[in-house]
């Protein structure tokens, strides 16, 4: 599927700046922020007015918890099977890479 997005110039090249820092493009970069958008059911970092540089966001090993059973529960209202221990280290291992 395409997507096309109206972004200001300069602000696409500063992202394609970092990304390339990153050994990222857009495309990598913006599916990454969408599944975090997925995986976490909510936006990956803080909006609002701030007057002081973001913290990045952290869980608590509750909070964490609360997600992989919510993901869990998911699952099986959709008819998936449980997750491998390959799978899941997998998926922690992506989660990594994208917070990099």
């Known amino acids: 599927m395409t997507t096309t997005l109206r972004i200001d110039d300069n602000l696409k090249r500063q992202c394609d700046i970092v990304f390339e820092d990153l050994g990222l493009n857009m495309t990598t970069a913006m599916t990454a922020f969408l599944k975090q ?26 909070q964490a918890w609360d997600i992989f059973e ?13 997750w491998s221990m390959d799978e899941i280290n997998a998926e922690i291992a992506e989660a990594h890479q994208v917070e990099s």
């Open 37 to 62: 958008v997925v995986r976490t059911r909510s936006i990956p970092f803080i909006i609002g007015a701030q007057t002081v540089a973001p913290v990045p966001r952290q869980f608590d090993g509750r």
């Open 70 to 82: 919510r993901g869990r529960a998911e699952r099986f209202a959709n008819g998936e099977r449980e």
